[in-house]
């Protein structure tokens, strides 16, 4: 790799440091005070419990890490997660932060790159019907189990990656505002790839949601991963050092702090 310039490692710095502002903004706006929660903790147990109720007590007992684990690996827990009957594969407090950035920026066309069952398909297809602008177009390998019927939403059955699609997507954008989402194959290479492919089309203002980067900050020796569901982060990682100029993390979207999609709010800005 050729060594970089002292303009490009300028700009890096640059960007690190504005990203170092914003999680410090973050965690002043939206973390508790660790300590605090410390100290309570202790005192939740041996003196003076903070909830009194036995079985919330110990419901509401386990740690962060572990409830939002339990989220997405209690498998029979996050199948039963559906939208108005069919299934979505997202955290809920990430679907209400789709609903703001939605209602925020109203785009004319979401492209969401992983249909699966649809359930995701239709709950932005029927904000936009809210919002009275906009159609999705969702992307699957294959679309035999997708569910999701909206006038509003248009599927393209193929390799996200493909020529074909990608010309396809290219004849439906034309000056129209786009936001893309990325919930496809979450393998660092894919999602590199496909942001390189997608970023192009999502227009300034608009987001480029990137979606599991959650599978990378837990630790492989203490939970079981894929090897193919480890690297939205890295990917994100690397595709903000290059494109900082484009594109901010935005990270007043993970206010809720359960989010699934660490660094995954990406707002164009130019
Ligand atoms: C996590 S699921 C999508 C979940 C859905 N968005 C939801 O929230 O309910 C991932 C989907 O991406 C699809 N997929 C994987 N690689 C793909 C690719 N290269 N192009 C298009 N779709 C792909 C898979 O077939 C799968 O249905």
Request: proline share 4%.
């Amino acid at each position: 790799m050729p060594n970089k310039t002292p303009k490009q490692l300028a700009r890096e710095a640059r960007a690190a440091h504005k990203e170092n502002v914003r999680t410090e903004r973050h965690e002043r706006k939206f973390v508790c005070d660790e300590s605090a929660q410390n100290r309570s903790w202790r005192e939740f147990f041996f003196r003076n419990p903070l909830v009194l109720n036995k079985e919330y007590n110990k419901r509401w007992n386990q740690s962060l890490p572990q409830y939002i684990w339990n989220y997405f690996h209690n498998k029979t827990f996050f199948k039963s997660i559906t939208w108005m009957g069919i299934p979505v594969r997202k955290s809920i407090f990430d679907l209400w932060v789709y609903q703001e950035i939605l209602f925020e920026n109203k785009p004319d066309l979401i492209i969401e790159i992983g249909s699966l069952y649809g359930g995701s398909t239709l709950y932005l297809a029927q904000l936009l019907e809210m919002i009275g602008n906009g159609n999705v177009i969702s992307i699957d390998l294959n679309h035999e189990n997708f569910q999701a019927q909206h006038h509003r939403i248009e599927t393209i059955e193929g390799d996200c990656s493909e020529e074909s699609v990608i010309k396809q997507i290219k004849s439906k954008i034309q000056n129209k505002t786009v936001m893309v989402v990325h919930d496809g194959d979450h393998s660092e290479e894919s999602v590199i790839r496909d942001l390189s492919l997608y970023a192009p089309f999502v227009t300034k203002g608009q987001y480029l949601i990137v979606e599991d980067g959650i599978y990378d900050l837990f630790n492989p020796k203490k939970v079981s991963i894929k090897p193919n569901q480890r690297g939205p982060l890295k990917a994100i990682r690397k595709f903000i050092a290059g494109h900082s100029n484009e594109f901010i993390v935005d990270k007043e979207r993970e206010k809720f702090n359960l989010t699934t999609n660490p660094w995954g709010y990406l707002r164009k800005v130019k």
